[in-house]
């Protein structure tokens, strides 16, 4: 099967376009927390919230951060080859899965703080740290905002608000793979709470089936998952707040200096926005494509991706 190239804007066709041109709430106890061999489920409370996250292995530590519309589960197929060299800590994000969606702090700045009281309180001081989308975004704030705490940084397929996005056209010019819709549509705050609460299955069935090569690598019981951790209104909300924070995380990285910390940006073979972008925001920049994948690749081409970091990493 071939990436659905119509129904797609292109983080890598479009490159000339996006590169060059409160009161806390509790997380909800009916959203289903897989469990993974080898692997627990701890908790903590960091930044005001109760963050989940997922520990196993030995080794050098290293944080692996997931995306929308996903949670740690993202990472289920490379954890257990990673843990035989890293001591892995899978989070759920503010918002996410089993950590709290209190009403604000979603700009991903308060975001890599989470992260990284949460290291500490872990007992360590410096950290490998992936992620993967929004978790990408993430990943590179933790590196910019916390460089004593960041031994290496991975961005897997997209990169760190920055002014790009407000050239992101509305249609989508004709023959470009990926039209990133969503970005619109979790900024109009209410509706896709009162559309989707429910029936948030729908969401992630169409991003699956249209933005991977082999929709098959996320199976129904995967797919039903993350449809679960995102079901509720607050989820919904909070997931949404991740895009609605972008207009103060384009203004925070406008202070941000380069990443002094190794950087690896890991993309899609399509995706050519990271090699325009990426090297630019640090001193130690690797890029790497992975072959034969869409968006979701740790969970698609895992093996090439487990291969990717530990070079990376050694």
Same mark, same amino acid.
């Given at each position: 099967?071939?990436?659905?190239?119509?129904?797609?804007?292109?983080?890598?066709?479009?490159?000339?376009?996006?590169?060059?041109?409160?009161?806390?709430?509790?997380?909800?106890?009916? *959203?289903?927390?897989? %469990?993974?061999?080898?692997?627990?489920?701890?908790?903590?409370?960091? #930044?005001?919230?109760?963050?989940?996250y997922v520990t196993? =292995?030995?080794?050098?530590?290293?944080?692996?951060?997931?995306? &929308?519309?996903?949670?740690? &589960?993202?990472?289920?197929?490379?954890?257990?080859?990673?843990?035989?060299? !890293?001591?892995?800590?899978?989070?759920?994000?503010?918002?996410?899965? =089993?950590?709290?969606?209190?009403?604000?702090?979603?700009?991903?700045?308060?975001?890599?703080?989470?992260?990284?009281?949460?290291?500490? %309180?872990?007992?360590?001081?410096?950290?490998?740290?992936?992620?993967?989308?929004?978790?990408?975004?993430?990943?590179?704030?933790?590196?910019?905002?916390?460089?004593?705490?960041?031994?290496?940084v991975t961005v897997?397929? *997209?990169?760190?608000?920055?002014?790009?996005?407000?050239?992101?056209?509305?249609?989508?010019?004709?023959g470009v793979p990926?039209?990133?819709?969503?970005?619109?549509? #979790?900024?109009?705050?209410?509706?896709?709470?009162?559309?989707? *609460?429910?029936?948030?299955?729908?969401? *992630?069935?169409?991003?699956?089936?249209?933005?991977?090569?082999?929709?098959?690598?996320?199976?129904?019981?995967?797919?039903?998952?993350?449809?679960?951790?995102?079901?509720?209104?607050?989820?919904?909300?909070?997931?949404?707040?991740? !895009?609605?924070?972008?207009?103060?995380?384009?203004?925070?990285?406008?202070?941000?200096?380069?990443?002094?910390?190794?950087?690896?940006?890991?993309?899609?073979?399509?995706?050519?926005?990271?090699?325009?972008?990426?090297?630019?925001? =640090?001193?130690?920049?690797?890029?790497?494509?992975?072959?034969?994948?869409?968006?979701?690749?740790?969970?698609?081409?895992?093996?090439?991706?487990?291969?990717?970091?530990?070079?990376?990493?050694?």
């Open positions: 099967m071939t990436l659905n190239r119509r129904n797609l804007f292109s983080f890598g066709a479009a490159t000339a376009v996006l590169a060059a041109s409160g009161e806390v709430a509790s997380a909800s106890p009916d *959203v289903p927390t897989p %469990s993974l061999p080898g692997f627990r489920s701890g908790y903590a409370k960091v #930044n005001g919230i109760r963050m989940h196993g =292995g030995r080794g050098r530590p290293l944080v692996l951060v997931p995306g &929308w519309p996903q949670t740690w &589960w993202e990472f289920r197929k490379i954890m257990p080859a990673l843990a035989r060299r !890293y001591r892995v800590i899978a989070v759920d994000l503010r918002g996410q899965g =089993g950590s709290d969606k209190p009403q604000g702090g979603y700009d991903k700045k308060t975001m890599a703080r989470d992260i990284h009281e949460l290291v500490r %309180s872990l007992g360590y001081s410096t950290v490998d740290i992936a992620g993967h989308d929004i978790g990408a975004m993430v990943a590179f704030s933790f590196a910019a905002n916390h460089p004593e705490a960041t031994r290496s897997m397929d *997209v990169g760190h608000p920055d002014e790009n996005l407000f050239n992101i056209p509305l249609l989508a010019p004709p990926v039209h990133v819709w969503w970005f619109a549509f #979790n900024q109009v705050r209410g509706l896709p709470e009162a559309l989707l *609460v429910g029936r948030f299955r729908v969401m *992630v069935d169409w991003l699956f089936d249209n933005l991977m090569v082999n929709p098959a690598a996320v199976s129904d019981r995967d797919r039903a998952i993350y449809a679960s951790a995102y079901n509720r209104l607050d989820a919904i909300r909070a997931g949404n707040a991740w !895009y609605q924070a972008f207009y103060q995380d384009i203004e925070d990285q406008k202070a941000y200096g380069k990443v002094t910390a190794p950087m690896l940006g890991l993309a899609a073979s399509y995706n050519d926005t990271l090699e325009h972008t990426l090297p630019q925001k =640090g001193t130690d920049v690797r890029l790497a494509k992975i072959a034969d994948t869409g968006h979701f690749f740790p969970e698609e081409q895992p093996e090439a991706v487990v291969k990717a970091l530990t070079e990376f990493l050694g």
